[in-house]
C-alpha cells in the first residue's frame, strides 16, 4: 500500500462507540498528517456516502470511505475495536475498522492500490492475522503488504482465536487455496481445470459484474467473493469490475462461453445488452459480498430451468455517462426522446380511457358532472363518465412528465422537480406541448449548472434535496411565468389555429407527410416525434376535429409496414428467408395492433427495398385518411379501437390501400435481385429487432 498508511494512522484500542466516533477518530490521525485539510468538510462526505449505503460487511469488517476534494493523497486509517462497532452488517458489529480516504482527482494508479485493499479483506488469514497482530508498526507493515499475514500472525499472543466470522471465512480460503493447487483457474476458455476429471466435461462458466457507487471497496471485495466462491464450487468466474478507475471489458468471447452471469451491483451496469440472452442473477453489490455461493447456484439454477434473459431497457443518465463524444444533436434527441418514452404510457391510457368513457356514455359525456357527486352503479353513463374523468386526469400529466422525463435525460434525478414544475406551468399557462419541451430542456440546463458551482461542504448533505429543486424550480417558474412563456403559448395557439384551419388539399399532404414518417425508422426518433405531434393535440378533453384526424392518420400509416410485410410473406413466400416468413405470421398481429416495430426484421434484412416501399404506402394511408375525414379519439388501439373512429369503413380502406401498394412496391423490388438463399439474414434481422424495440420504453407507434 505504499506510504498510504503508517503506524500514525493505526489504532488498535480504537474506544468509539459509534460508526462515527470512529471515522472522526481515524480522520482526525490523517489531519495530524496533513493528509486531510478539513476535518469537518471531510467527515461529512464521509457521512454523505455511509447514507447511499451501509458499509459493514458480514465477518466483522467496516469500510467507512468516500471521495473528497479535503483529502491530499490516498490514505488508509485502521482502527481495531475491542466491543465492536455497528456499521450496519447484518451479522453485527465490526472490530476491524478501514476508513478510506480517496481525493477528488485520485490517479488510477492509487485507485488501483486501494481496489487491492478491498480484495485483501475477503482473504480468511489477513482479516486473521489483523484481529492478532498487537503493534501498530506491523499492522501498518501487514496492510501495506511489507509483512505476510503468517509472519504478523506468529506475532500474536498465545490463546488469540480468530473470531467466528473469520473462521467461516478461513474454510472458503482453505478450500480455495485447495482448488487453486488442483489447478482451477477463473479464466473461461482454458480447459485445464480442476473439475474435468476423467469424464473431459467443462465447468460450469459465469461472468460477472460488479459495481458500487464510490468504485472504491464493495465494487471488488464482491468480485473477489465471487472469484472465492466459484474457486471452492469448481467453476469457472470471470469478474469484471467497474470501478472508479474505469473498467476493462470482458472480452466477447469469454461472455459467449458464458453459461450464466451474475450482475451485483448498486449503479447502472455499463453497456448491460452484451449479457443479453444468458441465465442472469440481479442483485446488489452486498449480496455478491455476503453471499456468493447462492449467487452461483440460483444461476446454475435459471441454467438448467431455460431462463434467459432479455436486452436491457434503456439507459439511464448514468449508463449513457460515457457518451461524451457525442455531438449536441445527438444529446437532444437523446434528451427528447427521454421524455417521450415516459410520456407515451400515459398517452396510450388516458387516451384509450378517454375513448372508452365516450363509447360508453356518448359524445356529450364531457359535459356529465363529476363522479364523486353523481355516480350511479347500474348506469352505463356513469361508467362512461368515470372512464372519461379518469382518462382526463392521466392526460393532465402528459406535458409536465414529457418536461420532467427530459430533464431527466440531462440532469438525471434532480432534474425532475424543476421538470416537472416546468411542465405544470405550461399547461396553467396554456403553453401546451411546445411549452413543455422548452420547460424540459431549460430545467435540464438549469440543474447543470447549479451542480458546477462549487459548494461549501456544510451544504453538500442537503443538495440534492433541498437547495438544487428550490434554487432551480424558482429559476424555472421565473422563466416559465414571466421571461419565455407568453410567446410559446402564443406559437402553441398560432399552431392550433392553423391546424384547425386545414381543409382539402394541405389537409391532404400533412396526412402523406406524418405518413412518410411514420414508416422512416419504424418506431424511431422520426416515427415518434409524428406520433407525439399527434397525441398532443388530442391530449385535451374537446380536442378539436383537425387533431383527431391527424391522430387518424397517423396510426394508420403506422399499421401499414408490418401488415404489408405479413401479406407479401403470404403471397410471395418464395422470395422469403424462412425466418422471414416465421416473422411475417406474428407481423400480422402486430400490425392489425398499431406496433409498427412489426416490420423492422424485414427493414434490418433489406432496408433499400423495406423502407422505401414502406414509406410509399404510408403516405397513401395518410392522405386518403385525411381526404376521408377519418377522426381518431384513441391514440392507441389499432384495430381494437375501430369502433371509435370516425369513417371506419373509409378507414379501413385507406389501411388496406396502403398494405396493397406497400406489398407490390416490395415483391417488385425483391423480385428484381436473385433471391438470397435459404436462412440468410435472420441472425440481423432478429438482432437488429431486439436492440430497436429495446431502445425505447413503449414498443408502440
Sequence with gaps: MSEMITADLVDLDLSAETKEAAARALAERMVTLGRVTDLEGFLADVAAREAQMPTGLDGGIGIPHCRSEHVTEPTLGFGRSAAGIDFGAPDGPADLIFLIAAPAGADDAHLTILSSLARQLMNAEFTSALRAVDDAAAAAALIRGDESPAAAASTAPEGTEPTEGSKDSVAVSAAASADTAAG???????????????????????????????????????????????????????????????????????????????????????????????????????????????????????????????????????????????????????????????????????????????????????????????????????????????????????????????????????????????????????????????????????????????????????????????????????????????????????????????????????????????CFDLGGPVNKVAYTFATAGIAVASPSDSAMKIMAAVMAAGMVPPLAMALATTVRGRLFTETERENGKAAWVLGASFISEGAIPFAAADPLRVIPSAMVGGAVTGSLSMAFGATLRAPHGGIFVVPLIGNPFLYLIAIAAGVCVTTALVVVLKGMRKQAPEGTGAGVADTAIAAKVDSKEPVAA
Excluded at 443538495?463 to 421571461?483: D, K
Design 184 to 518: 482451477t483457474t477463473t479464466d473461461i476458455g482454458d480447459t485445464a481445470t480442476a473439475d474435468t476429471g476423467a469424464s473431459g466435461e467443462r465447468p460450469f462458466r459465469i461472468v460477472a459484474v460488479t459495481s458500487c457507487p464510490t468504485g472504491i471497496a464493495h465494487t471488488y471485495m464482491a468480485a473477489e467473493s465471487l472469484e472465492n466462491a466459484g474457486r471452492e464450487a469448481g467453476i469457472e468466474v470471470v469478474v469484471e469490475t467497474q470501478g472508479s478507475a474505469g473498467f476493462t471489458r470482458l472480452d466477447p468471447a469469454v461472455i459467449a462461453a458464458a453459461d450464466g452471469v451474475i450482475f451485483a451491483h448498486d449503479v447502472p451496469v455499463r453497456d448491460k445488452d452484451r449479457f443479453a440472452g444468458k441465465p442472469t442473477v440481479d442483485v446488489g453489490v452486498k449480496a455478491g459480498i455476503n453471499k456468493p455461493a447462492e449467487l452461483i447456484t440460483e444461476v446454475r439454477g435459471k441454467a438448467a430451468r431455460g431462463e434467459v434473459s432479455a436486452g436491457s431497457a434503456p439507459g439511464t443518465p448514468v449508463e449513457r455517462s460515457g457518451d461524451s463524444a457525442e455531438g449536441y444533436g445527438t444529446k437532444l434527441r437523446k434528451w427528447l426522446m427521454s421524455g417521450v418514452s415516459y410520456m407515451v404510457p400515459f398517452v396510450a391510457a388516458g387516451g384509450l380511457l378517454i375513448a372508452l368513457g365516450f363509447a360508453i356514455g356518448g359524445y356529450k359525456i364531457n359535459k356529465a358532472p363529476s363522479v364523486m357527486d353523481h355516480f350511479m352503479w347500474l348506469q352505463a353513463d356513469s361508467w362512461g363518465a368515470l372512464f372519461f374523468q379518469i382518462g382526463v386526469v392521466s392526460f393532465g400529466f402528459l406535458v409536465p412528465v414529457l418536461a420532467g422525463y427530459i430533464a431527466y435525460g440531462m440532469a438525471d434525478r434532480p432534474g425532475l422537480v424543476p421538470g416537472f414544475v416546468g411542465g405544470a406551468i405550461s399547461l396553467t399557462i396554456n403553453a401546451g406541448f411546445l411549452g413543455g419541451l422548452a420547460a424540459g430542456l431549460i430545467a435540464g440546463g438549469v440543474v447543470i449548472g447549479i451542480q458546477k458551482v462549487k459548494i461549501p461542504a456544510a451544504l453538500r448533505g442537503i443538495m440534492p434535496v433541498v437547495v438544487i429543486p428550490l434554487i432551480s424550480a424558482a429559476i424555472v417558474g421565473f422563466l416559465m411565468f414571466v421571461v419565455i412563456g407568453k410567446p410559446i403559448a402564443s406559437a402553441q395557439k398560432g399552431m392550433t389555429d392553423w391546424l384547425n384551419g386545414l381543409t382539402g388539399t394541405n389537409a391532404v399532404l400533412l396526412g402523406a407527410l406524418l405518413g412518410l414518417m411514420m
